[in-house]
């Protein structure tokens, strides 16, 4: 298994020399890229509860609950849960220039648009007395652009998921993480041993490991910023050696470190966005 996340890390270190090779403008990536796409609302309240990335009514603590979720290409099979989008709407006359941002709690297969979000965060895009128009538009047209996460005084969270069962299995989330990048491998070791066990990604936001070692528990992330991996790890024990399901851990550690994409012109400067509530 130690050789398991080793390749996912050279992959990813490989993949950016090569990108770097192939396409040397890359080395002045943006940390800031503006896309176009179309955003609805969801018809039920509650459904930012239930969605595919597992959080549960944790999603709700997130920017206020201003979270959503995205399609298949934003998704990625569960990678971009938790990350963090700043978007506004296109039109002036009903429209704020700072718009909102939202985390991506969630996973939908709507073949208009790239974002789904609640109807309360829909209507904030919206001017003073503008909501009610907006939200009889039903679906909009958005500018978009990744932004990173910030949790004031926050570190990330461990979250022991509900289905786990001391001490023969494990699942996990990982809350509040800041930043700019996505999670792409997590290990999880006995404190004082060298030995690495590796979680895979079950589904959405949730990590999981059958038979995880005993006592109390580290774990060290591989993170990806856009055309290179990082490795991370806490600096103190996470998880005690009688960790329950459903037990909110504190990690110790924040992640700030800001991706990097392709495009031009780069969005470096706010371009009228300003900064969200």
């Not at 950016?16 to 396409?23: C, D, E, K, R």
């Not at 652009?145 to 001391?166: A, F, I």
Request: net charge negative.
């Amino acid at each position: 298994m130690a050789t398991e996340t080793l390749a996912v890390f050279l992959f990813y270190c490989i993949l950016g020399v090569n990108l770097l090779i192939m396409f040397p403008s890359i080395a002045l990536g943006c940390t800031s890229c503006v896309h176009q796409s179309k955003l609805a609302y969801y018809a039920y309240s509650g459904a930012v509860d239930v969605g595919a990335c597992g959080y549960g009514s944790f999603a709700e603590t997130f920017y206020g609950g201003n979270a959503g979720a995205v399609s298949p290409d934003l998704y990625r099979n569960g990678v971009a849960c938790g990350a963090c989008y700043q978007m506004r709407c296109t039109d002036p006359k009903l429209c704020t220039k700072s718009g909102t941002t939202i985390v991506v709690t969630d996973f939908t297969e709507k073949s208009q648009t790239d974002f789904v979000v609640s109807r309360s965060t829909f209507s904030s895009l919206a001017l003073a007395d503008q909501g009610p128009q907006l939200i009889r538009a039903g679906i909009i047209d958005i500018e978009y652009k990744r932004v990173p996460c910030h949790y004031k005084d926050q570190n990330m969270l461990v979250k022991v998921d509900k289905l786990s069962q001391y001490p023969h299995y494990l699942a996990v989330q990982f809350l509040y993480q800041g930043g700019q990048t996505d999670i792409v491998s997590v290990d999880v070791e006995q404190v004082g041993s060298s030995e690495k066990h590796y979680l895979k990604r079950n589904y959405g936001a949730v990590w999981d490991i059958e038979n995880p070692p005993g006592g109390a528990l580290q774990f060290g992330f591989v993170i990806f910023s856009g055309y290179n991996g990082k490795r991370v790890w806490p600096t103190k024990p996470v998880l005690p050696s009688d960790w329950k399901s459903e037990g909110v851990y504190d990690s110790g550690l924040q992640i700030s470190d800001i991706s990097l994409e392709k495009c031009s012109p780069c969005n470096e400067t706010d371009g009228g966005w300003g900064h969200s509530p």
